[in-house]
């Protein structure tokens, strides 16, 4: 089995969801070459929500080049099943409903820090109670996995393995050469379970106590039952010396008229020998892998990559959109031949046109082409245009290589601006990890003023709320502000980010915006649009690597699509969608 790169979705991975895709495409062409039957994986996603990372990925025809849906999973156990059901259905909303799904990656956090010395004096060691949440979290993990349809689950990680400069241990093995609970707890697991299959979920025999149903072939059921901790419930930091010894006895039917008496422990216990039981919440069917065999028409050894001029655009909304500086941008479009033939081939385009495009070129076997100009959007609303773009050669088409395109600034001509009270300190609420902070209004500067210093090894950040109302918050597309940053090590960031919370209940969603620099530059982060749910609360921020940081925060404003109303600014109302057509 082949995984292709790692959570490419989060901030601090530069690649973009199409560059991404063109990446993935020659990967599974070449595992595929070199093994037909093996299983190959798209790169995994890790972010709790689905966002527009994701759908770009589906839309450059990630069903054609992954055998499975591949995603990391390190949130508390109370999360799983909502995060899961949201996963599936933006599967099936894309048309990928029966694909399997495969976490190749999970793990718990909530022991925090490791607090004993390894055998290597850089690496700190789990104590003993927090071995216990380890294999607590992954043994209870892999069970909650297949209730929400995982195909298939790989606890992280068995060698040992620290992250966070030494601080967090991970490994089911010791560095010592000794094995952890978890190894013992996980053998008991697949010892009982092993080759069986899970049903679904019982009634709960007793208020705290979880009990599951597996069947083998043969039709003999087995009852994997806990009681619930900390560890079941929380989804943040866990007292683990406070756990202790957990005993629940309760009456479990066998399914032949009797109760047999058990005690559930946090450690996981196996009923056995049971017949005829029926669940009160069925598991989740898992998906199928992929078949291997293109889409009829698609001939998917075709790849398309695409080169942007980085004066003429930039990319935005989290690596998923590319957005242009004018009305065009400097484009090549590279066609790659990963066949043993050559071929002819031009360009089809949606959404944009290409100078030069419609022209036939030659790729030699294994070899490339490149149709150079400049990208002009053609049609769409005015802010957003999915851009297809796809090679013909003869009867067949490549898969989709799907740019989204944002025209910003001719929305911004247009749009509904609304400027709340930004200057008022108490609008601002501190939420840092400084030592020391401050936030006021600066006269001179007709700016707010954040200023920060920290000491010691903690982690930088300062992400201070601005409270706005509702009805500012309504129908808003866009934050744009100023900012200029002094720094005791200028330019030189974690990430950059306003976080926002949504009406559906998404909390902290992390969107990036450019470095600060010590001039005033204008930002703009796009918050809504496009079916998201409402803004309800957001933060603007930063995470400096230097230790001490000011910076100014000037003329914030709040966009809204011209539907939302009037131009706040001069009065008028601008034209609809159809009247501004590009």
């Known amino acids: 089995d082949w995984e292709m790169w790692n959570e490419v979705d989060v901030d601090t991975c530069p690649i973009t969801a199409w560059d991404f895709m063109s990446a993935v495409k020659v990967a599974y062409l070449g595992c595929k070459r070199g093994n037909s039957a093996s299983t190959v994986l798209m790169g995994s996603i890790c972010k709790e929500h689905r966002s527009a990372f994701d759908e770009v990925l589906v839309a450059n025809d990630l069903a054609e080049y992954t055998d499975a849906f591949n995603y990391h999973l390190y949130l508390g156990l109370p999360k799983y099943e909502g995060v899961l059901r949201e996963l599936r259905s933006f599967l099936k909303r894309q048309g990928l409903g029966d694909r399997a799904i495969w976490v190749t990656e999970f793990g718990g956090k909530g022991e925090g820090r490791a607090v004993r010395k390894s055998a290597f004096s850089k690496f700190m060691a789990h104590s003993p109670a927090q071995e216990l949440y380890q294999a607590e979290f992954a043994v209870k993990g892999l069970v909650l996995l297949q209730m929400e349809g ?74 994997v039952y806990w009681a619930e901790t900390a560890v079941d419930t929380s989804n943040g930091n866990v007292d683990v ?41 069925t598991a989740v069917p898992p ?15 075709l790849v398309l990559q695409v080169l942007v001029k980085d004066e003429d655009a930039t990319v935005v909304e989290g690596k998923s959109a590319l957005e242009l500086k004018g009305d065009a941008c400097g484009l090549s479009v590279v066609v790659w031949n ?40 053609t ?9 297809e773009i796809r090679a013909v050669c003869d009867e067949d088409v490549s898969s989709r290589l799907t740019l989204p395109i944002l025209c910003f600034e001719k929305w911004r001509r247009v749009c509904t601006e609304i400027e709340p009270d930004w200057a008022n300190p108490v609008r601002w609420c501190r939420n840092d990890s400084a030592d020391r902070s401050a936030m006021a209004f ?3 500067a007709k700016a707010m003023r954040f200023e920060y210093h920290w000491t010691g090894n903690v982690a ?12 500012e918050l309504k129908d808003a597309e866009y934050l744009e502000f100023e900012i200029r940053a002094e720094s005791d090590r200028p330019g030189k960031y974690g990430a950059t980010l306003v976080m926002v919370d949504r009406a559906d209940g998404r909390l902290d969603e992390h969107i990036g915006y450019e470095l600060p620099t010590e001039s005033w530059e204008r930002r703009h982060v796009r918050i809504g649009g496009d079916g998201q749910a409402a803004v309800t609360r957001l933060r603007i921020g930063l995470n400096p690597l230097g230790s001490d940081h000011v910076h100014w925060i000037r003329n914030l404003k709040v966009l809204k699509s011209p539907a939302a109303g009037r131009r706040g600014k001069h009065g008028e109302r601008p034209g609809t969608y159809e009247e501004m057509k590009l």
């Open 442 to 444: 600066d006269a001179s």
């Open 150 to 223: 995982v195909a298939r689950a790989y606890p992280f990680v068995f060698p040992p393995f620290n992250e966070d400069s030494g601080r967090k241990d991970w490994g089911f093995v010791r560095r010592d050469g000794t094995l952890k609970p978890v190894v013992e707890w996980s053998r008991e697991m697949i010892g009982h379970l092993g080759g069986s299959k899970i049903v679904g979920e019982l009634e709960r025999p007793a208020g705290d106590v979880r009990a599951f149903l597996y069947e083998n072939d043969a039709g003999d059921q087995i009852c």
């Open 338 to 377: 990963f066949d043993d033939q050559e071929k002819s081939v031009m360009l089809k385009m949606k959404g944009g046109r290409l100078e030069g495009s419609e022209r036939e070129q030659k790729v030699p076997p294994f070899g490339k082409v490149s149709f150079d100009g400049r990208l002009a959007v």
């Open 287 to 301: 998906g199928r892998l992929g078949t291997g065999v293109p889409t009829c028409g698609i001939d998917r050894n």
């Open 379 to 387: 049609e769409g609303s005015v802010l957003r245009i999915p851009v």
């Open 460 to 471: 930088h950040w300062a992400y201070p709320y601005l409270e706005l109302t509702k009805d």
């Open 241 to 281: 010396d406070r756990i202790g010894q957990v005993e629940r006895p309760f009456l479990l039917p066998t399914g032949r008229g009797e109760r047999r008496t058990l005690v559930a422990r946090r450690r996981p216990g196996y009923a056995l020998g049971l017949k005829g039981l029926r669940v009160k919440r």
